[in-house]
């Protein structure tokens, strides 16, 4: 085995993991928790985040019609920052209620937005004004489910909204452990440790990489819910040089991330 220390609040802790060629999966060893985006690194830093009480909300919105908006105006091609910023602006300017109108949220939309320093357009206002007009008119008379899985299948029908972006929006507004949002940040880091296959893509098989996400936070006994956020918090900040060359690490790259860490391994 291995174990793991962490100073929490002053106070030491450990976590005791399997030893490195033990299997998490069938075929995914755990190996070594200070080894970049091995099971048991991620293993170590869920641990680390629940100690401290951090990545527990994930909620964006107050409302489910303000949770819809604030994951529709992020995803694909649009930087964090700047999807938040747009879902601020409409939500401030009071266009998240009711029916607004398409012109409304263009216009909102077109607006250039502070951005590093400088400004920035929010790429392609009119087809995500669209989008967001129709899925707020949707959810107007909205019989919300109580099933987790049936609400991102109720979502995933709204206009601009895939199996992606509709997990997103249950497991932010549900705190679910039950959907896993399958982007380009966790397809990578799932493919490094061989969960997915290079041939499987979100497109095509997101229920089957999503199913191989669930089983893997329930190997890490982690929630699938913090697991998915920190995953992508972290893949999205290391440089993809260091992706690539995981294994061979520097001290430095790896206190990027870790809190505080020492080796002992049994």
Request: net charge positive; charged share 25%; glycine share 10%.
């Amino acid at each position: 085995m291995q174990t793991m220390f962490a100073t929490i609040g002053g106070e030491l802790r450990h976590l005791t993991l399997p030893s490195p060629d033990e299997h998490a999966l069938p075929g995914i060893r755990w190996g070594m928790f200070d080894e970049l985006l091995t099971p048991a690194f991620w293993r170590g830093q869920a641990w680390q985040h629940e100690l401290l009480g951090t990545s527990n909300r994930l909620r964006l919105g107050r409302t489910l019609p303000e949770e819809v908006a604030a994951c529709l105006l992020g995803g694909y091609g649009m930087t964090a920052d700047l999807g938040l910023q747009a879902y601020a602006r409409l939500r401030d300017r009071g266009l998240l209620c009711g029916k607004p109108s398409v012109n409304a949220l263009e216009r909102s939309l077109s607006e250039p937005f502070a951005f590093r320093g400088g400004t920035r357009h929010y790429r392609f206002p009119r087809q995500k004004a669209q989008y967001l007009a129709g899925s707020l008119e949707h959810l107007i008379d909205f019989d919300e489910p109580n099933d987790d899985l049936a609400l991102r299948d109720q979502l995933a029908q709204l206009p601009g909204i895939g199996p992606k972006t509709a997990s997103w929006i249950v497991r932010n507004h549900r705190a679910s452990n039950r959907v896993a949002i399958i982007d380009v940040h966790i397809l990578r880091a799932g493919r490094h440790i061989g969960l997915f296959l290079a041939e499987q893509n979100p497109q095509r098989h997101y229920r089957v990489l999503e199913g191989a996400f669930l089983r893997f936070a329930s190997a890490l006994e982690t929630g699938a819910g913090m697991l998915d956020s920190l995953m992508w918090d972290y893949m999205r900040r290391l440089p993809n040089g260091s992706k690539q060359r995981a294994r061979g690490h520097s001290d430095d790259q790896l206190d990027l991330f870790a809190i505080d860490k020492t080796r002992r391994v049994h």
